[in-house]
């Protein structure tokens, strides 16, 4: 199926014009995914300070982890839900959006950082959880994580200002 | 009215508003920003409810995480500033920043009277101390205000929309 196709059946469906019509349903929605984006970035941003022997140097690695990480997938299933929530009655333009591609270009790519932490670097975490400076690649997968999450944040927001003329909500991002 | 228009005609604001990345760079900012204080708020007020940050006093953990929030409230308000100048009519006259402001004026002053309180008090300096009902009762009421913030900072774009007949903004 072409893709554009795809995406115009994601934005004739029942959903998304019940997302697009319902007054205030979008804007809740947008809220909703701000609050969870909130839980994503801040318990990584603890986490990865954590890592560089920034902040929280007091407490074990894997209790700082322990207590935060819930949190952060809390954040991402919820951010994925209204994420796609928000694509669907914009699924046209957004789905032409070269900013939009490179945020989810963007997440995969911290996905595979945090993958090779948690099955390469954090496998010896018990040698080095209350020790510092932590290992090269643990101090590395934290700044990569920092930086490849802010740009996801600042590509996030970019979407909204290179909206296609179609876009229903273009005139009030 | 007319004074926000003009003041959006003055060349500071038009600079900003024509800027292909001034406004974006300022809302990416902000959004970092709420993210830090959020999150920062948040683990203290976890920590209060006896639900992370366990094996450390209350007051370390105000100690780790109230400065990164102040620092992030500093960086909000100059964001905050900037977004304004570009769009002083939208800004301004949207109901739901009024609203947003007067929650935040609430939050600090919760927030000055909490940080006082666990700075005069010993108890706080015990890890295995954790705070009675009534300041659990204060962490929930803060993670309310936190949560009402963030979605009135969202709705001063639709302020016409969600207010209908009471956004000034819907009016011109």
Known sequence: ?173 | MDLLIALGQTPISLMMANSAWVVPTMQSIHIICVTIASMSVLIICLRVLGVAWQGVSLRQTVARFAPWAWVALILLTLTGIVLIFAEPPREIMALSMWIKMALLAVLIAVAVRFLRLVRNSPAFAAPEVNPDGALRRRAVFTLCLVVAIIFLGRFIAYDALIWGRLSPVGQF
């Open chain 1, 1 to 173: 199926m072409d893709f554009s196709l795809f995406c115009a059946a994601l934005q004739n469906s029942g959903l998304a014009q019940w997302i697009n019509t319902t007054r205030g349903v979008y804007t809740i929605i947008e809220c909703v995914h701000v609050i969870a984006i909130t839980l994503v970035f801040g318990a990584i941003l603890v986490i990865d300070l954590r890592l560089l022997g920034v902040a929280s140097n007091n407490r074990p690695f894997s209790s700082v982890s322990r207590d935060l990480l819930r949190w952060c997938w809390i954040g991402f299933v919820i951010a994925a839900l209204t994420g796609a929530m928000l694509f669907l009655p914009n699924a046209i333009s957004i789905g032409q959006n070269r900013q939009f591609w490179i945020k989810m270009a963007l997440i995969v790519v911290a996905g595979i950082n945090m993958m090779i932490f948690e099955l390469v670097t954090a496998r010896s975490v018990a040698v080095w959880d209350n020790t510092l400076p932590t290992p090269v690649a643990a101090r590395v997968s934290a700044a990569l994580s920092i930086l490849l999450w802010t740009a996801v944040i600042v590509f996030g927001r970019l979407v909204g200002f290179t909206a296609v003329v179609d876009d229903p909500f273009a005139e009030v991002l």
